[in-house]
């Protein structure tokens, strides 16, 4: 799958690498940065992808010859997760990653870009949808009318409920508070939940104290990063989402301060900040697994064929009202449907 991930990209990796080392991006003496850029992101500091976004700003600090200097932010420090779209737009921060789930109401073809229900899971088929399919244009209009530079977005693993108590069927999802912000919360609506908006950085204390009875990840690397484990031992078989697609976003504002050259730069940084979340998440998903079942992780009852046809129809619906929510989604779903017949 990789291989033909790469294959994929390969045009634009090789294209905007070739800018940035024909510029000169390793740096030989310090010098002041022309850029002070801050740099907002959804993990905690010690988390695996908190190391990861840290990557993405030092590879622009080095390729960029230190022309440009970029602060990171973690999660809860001075920008909270459901504030970062709206502190790029306003130029408080100047990069951020967003959880587009968490800004509905703000951009809701983010809620389509990020995944719906039901997606798939081969992230191959995704890049090609984006690259080549169409999502990238579209995107890069829906953002930009709110004042952001859409970069190249990542992919990230499947999107598993974890659960204080067993899910021995269906059934038993009704009335349970789950942590789903946006299409996943509308998911588990279908299914008799109750949704709960929170930051990540809210789930183990929420779970711990009983505000919330179960919550998605983006991914199993977040549970375990959350030590969810110890406070929730039972995720459901069943993922929400086959995958994961986010974006990085920039103020269009101190986009357009920078040269060409420098544009190129952090465009090939963030291409290279793709790969590598998708490389390092399909190892970690793996290992994030393990470490949590040791810690007493057990997976709830194997959905039954009833159980399996009530999840599919759970989020039957959900394509039909999201492109009813804006242009930009019903054009994203458009191309959707034509892959799919």
Do not use: C
Not at 157 to 179: C, H, M, Q, W
Not at 227 to 240: C, F, S, T
């Amino acid at each position: 799958m990789i291989k033909a991930i790469l294959k994929v990209k390969k045009r634009l990796v090789a294209s905007s690498l070739a800018v940035t080392l024909g510029l000169g991006a390793v740096a030989s003496t310090a010098h002041a940065a022309d850029y002070n850029w801050r740099f907002a992101n959804l993990y905690g500091r010690g988390t695996a992808y908190g190391a990861v976004y840290e990557g993405l700003a030092k590879n622009i600090e080095t390729m960029s010859n230190g022309r440009i200097k970029v602060q990171v932010l973690y999660s809860g420090e001075g920008v909270g997760t459901s504030g970062i779209l709206g502190a790029v737009k306003t130029g408080l921060i100047t990069m951020g990653a967003p959880f587009q789930s968490m800004h509905a109401g703000e951009l809701p073809a983010g809620l389509v870009e990020i995944g719906l229900p039901g997606g798939t899971s081969d992230a191959a088929e995704l890049t090609t949808l984006f690259q080549e399919k169409g999502w990238a244009p579209i995107l890069k209009k829906a953002y930009g009318e709110q004042g952001l530079v859409w970069l190249d977005p990542y992919i990230q693993p499947a999107v598993y409920v974890i659960t204080k108590d067993p899910i021995n069927s269906i059934e038993d999802f009704k009335g349970l508070k789950i942590r789903a912000p946006g299409a996943y919360g509308k998911f588990l609506r279908n299914l008799g939940a109750s949704p709960v908006s929170l930051a990540w950085s809210e789930i183990y204390t929420s779970l711990s104290t009983g505000v919330i009875d179960g919550s998605i990840g983006s991914n199993m690397i977040d549970h375990r990063d959350g030590n969810h484990v110890e406070v929730a031992k039972y995720m459901y078989p069943l993922p929400l989402a086959g995958a994961q697609v986010l974006p990085i976003i920039v103020n269009r504002s101190a986009w357009k301060k920078l040269t060409p050259d420098l544009q190129a730069i952090v465009s090939a940084a963030t291409t290279v900040h793709a790969r590598e979340q998708m490389t390092k998440s399909k190892l970690w998903e793996s290992q994030a697994v393990a470490e949590m079942e040791a810690k007493g992780l057990q997976w709830s009852t194997a959905p039954s064929d009833a159980d399996k046809a009530a999840w599919a129809n759970a989020g039957a619906g959900l394509w039909d009202e999201y492109s009813a929510a804006d242009k930009y989604s019903k054009e994203l779903i458009d191309i959707l449907r034509k892959e799919a017949n």
